[in-house]
């Protein structure tokens, strides 16, 4: 257990000056700041660190958004498997989805967020919106937003219940059951999409960003009214809609692990997870083979989003990570989450990177102290060569 902001762990030789980017993120952000930042290259754990009051390397924190990371490499393995088909409609997996002019989405729609279905009418109270199933049952007969596949909007609280209930539907096997036993058990990987009893004492609680004058409470998506298209999609519509940073506080979003946002894993879980993804971490053959990576790294969506009201570059299931840190390889694939989470797998440069923070930052989103650590990182690696 940590008290101050001195960074804690280990990094391989030549990776030292992550470590001080590392220690320089910690100082700025001041006390209280807690965070954990793993890396891999070509399968080594080549950076493991913390800092904070309170955390270790194995504590666990709420990952939200990062856990579609997880999600949709079990999508990936059905696909890369055959078992699932990107261009098949959806409604041959799932007939009750074929409604309100849904037949003829298909799973690559649905994937690269161009589906329309961001929501419900009614919103979802937490029990539910920790459901998938539920989620997914209403959402068959929901009519979409826009017309599907002539844009895209961050399906934000249930792409995963979404794709999940394909997965369902396919195997008869849940999406948290396969990400269980093919991944998460075998590759030892700490991340969880339902959190047992017995991990309880690792979690630690997220917490609020902290107003100052720079850093306003309120963050400036709110100022679209909850029956907006964003409102709709972050469940605002909802009267009993908690706060985004609170959803991993509550033991059920923990338990029941919605593939959206509800999963909960170390730094050390995400990093590793994507080391596996791309290479032979541990001895172990990669998941994916570099075509079924290549293909679902590929940008699919790129523009306006209709929902974050930003400029986005979208890949199936994954962030085109390259996009937005340009400084990695070319089909760098992961997925960020909004308390400051950034996960990925870059295997151009064979980089999986895992970073999380207690703290819920302004805005909400992947840490902006990111930037600076993956330029470090790839510094390190490419002078290392």
């Known amino acids: 257990m940590v008290d101050g902001n001195e960074p804690h762990g280990t990094v391989s030789d030549g990776f030292q000056s992550v470590r001080d980017e590392f220690a320089a993120v910690a100082a700025a952000e001041g006390g209280g700041f807690a965070a954990q930042l793993v890396a891999y290259r070509h399968g080594e754990r080549v950076v493991d660190l913390w800092t904070g009051p309170e955390i270790t390397g194995d504590s666990l924190l709420g990952v939200y958004s990062a856990s579609k990371g997880a999600a949709h490499l079990v999508v990936a393995l059905l696909v890369q498997e055959g078992v699932l088909e990107l261009d098949q409609k959806v409604s041959h997996y799932w007939p009750a989805f074929g409604v309100a002019g849904k037949r003829d989405v298909t799973l690559r729609e649905l994937l690269s967020h161009r589906a329309g279905l961001v929501g419900a009418d009614g ?9 998938d199933r539920i989620v997914a049952e209403r959402l068959a ?4 937003y826009w017309r599907p ?15 999940g209930e394909v997965v ?34 690792r979690y630690l609680s997220a917490q609020p960003m902290l107003p100052t004058p720079e850093r306003p409470a309120e963050p400036a998506a709110r100022a679209t009214g909850p029956n907006s298209l964003p409102g709709i999609a972050f469940n605002r519509h909802h009267p009993g809609n908690p706060e985004l940073w609170q ?7 923990r338990a029941a692990g919605p593939a959206s946002f509800g999963g909960v894993a170390s730094a050390r879980g995400m990093a590793r997870m994507y080391a596996v993804a791309i290479g032979s971490a541990g001895g172990a053959a ?33 962030h085109a990570t390259s996009e937005v840190y340009p400084v ?27 970073y999380s923070r207690r703290r819920f930052p302004f805005p909400n989103g992947p840490g902006p102290e990111n930037d600076r650590l993956i330029r470090a990182l790839y510094a390190a690696a490419d002078a290392h060569r």
């Open 286 to 318: 990669p998941l994916l083979k570099p075509d079924t990576a290549a293909e679902f790294a590929q940008v699919h969506s790129l523009g306006h989003d209709l929902v974050t009201r930003e400029h986005k570059a979208v890949g199936l299931g994954f």
């Open 141 to 144: 007969g929901q009519r979409p």
């Open 123 to 131: 919103g979802f109270t937490l029990d539910e919106l920790a459901d």
């Open 328 to 354: 990695l390889g070319q089909g760098a694939f992961g997925h960020s989450g909004a308390g400051g989470q950034q996960a990925f797998a870059d295997p151009r440069n064979g980089l999986a990177y895992g």
């Open 168 to 201: 369902r539907r396919a195997t008869g096997r849940t999406l948290r059951t396969h990400f269980a036993e093919r991944i998460r058990d075998p590759y030892a990987v700490d991340f969880h999409l339902g959190l047992p009893d017995g991990q309880e004492p």
């Open 149 to 163: 596949g002539s844009a895209f909007g961050y399906h934000a609280l249930v792409i995963a219940a979404l794709t």
């Open 247 to 253: 959803l991993p506080n509550f033991r059920t979003v």
